[in-house]
């Protein structure tokens, strides 16, 4: 099957840092890559979709200035958590797909990220 | 809004034990089901998902589903559970038509520990 990767797994920072978070396909073209943000012992939330070479589309309630998602290549889409505060404490996962497959999504590892 | 259900938290079985976790959801439009497993400290992977065609589908390790188009349900079912089935399993469905096309919508979880 294909393969996304995320990195990375686990970060540390302080708080007011900006953290960048990197999804990878490796093995097909996504254009359409999805950021998803999962508390503890809850689902997984959809915060953004993005598609290749266009702006990302936010859920409501999501913030675009503190989540920047740039999606540049049909390989690489990234996540950045600007200034971010402890309570954005969570675990962040991507997953991919290809076009015209947005139902079938490839998910990548999930990054946890802790903001001290 | 679409929403996902599932029943269980948390389902403790021994092994050769029948297993079925049981998902509703609520959307009337066109839908695409999915159940997704996820090991511990792994990304999600398919199990096995439904979009058309024969209600019932057999997905990977023996996991089958059956969707219930009138009771908007897509329950998972193993015969006979191992201990290496012990996982985090979500259910999700995709909005496969509408004004929110492309958003796929998670369950809560249902981490089942299975002892040998």
């Known amino acids: 099957g294909a393969v996304v990767s995320q990195h990375p797994s686990r970060v540390i920072c302080k708080s007011g840092t900006s953290v960048k978070i990197e999804c990878r396909s490796l093995?097909?073209?996504?254009?359409?890559m999805f950021w998803y943000r999962q508390f503890p012992k809850q689902s997984l939330m959809l915060m953004a979709t993005?598609?290749?070479?266009?702006?990302?589309?936010?859920e409501q309630g999501v913030e675009k200035d503190k989540f920047l998602i740039n999606h540049a290549s049909l390989t690489l889409s990234t996540l950045t958590v600007t200034s971010a505060h402890p309570e954005d404490s969570s675990f962040y996962i991507c997953?991919?797909?290809?076009?015209?497959?947005?139902?079938?999504?490839?998910f990548g590892a999930g990054t946890r990220l802790s903001v001290l | 809004a679409q929403s996902v259900s599932q029943h269980n938290h948390h389902v403790i079985l021994s092994e050769a034990a029948s297993l079925e976790l049981g998902c509703n959801y609520s959307?009337?439009?066109?839908?695409?089901l999915f159940w997704y497993v996820q090991y511990p400290g792994q990304h999600l992977q398919l199990l096995l998902k439904?979009?058309?065609?024969?209600?019932l589908v057999k997905g990977i390790k023996g996991f089958e589903a059956e969707f219930i188009k009138s009771k908007f349900s897509f329950n998972l079912r193993k015969p006979s559970v191992q201990w290496s089935d012990t996982a985090e399993y979500f259910c999700?469905?995709?909005?496969?038509?509408?004004?929110?096309?492309?958003?796929?919508?998670f369950g809560q979880g249902t981490i089942l520990t299975v002892h040998p």
């Open positions: 997953s991919a797909a290809g076009r015209g497959r947005e139902n079938i999504q490839y």
């Open positions: 093995d097909f073209q996504a254009t359409t």
């Open positions: 993005s598609n290749e070479g266009s702006k990302a589309t936010y």
């Open positions: 959307y009337g439009g066109t839908v695409n």
């Open positions: 439904y979009f058309s065609g024969d209600p």
């Open positions: 999700a469905v995709f909005n496969a038509g509408g004004t929110s096309y492309g958003k796929l919508t």
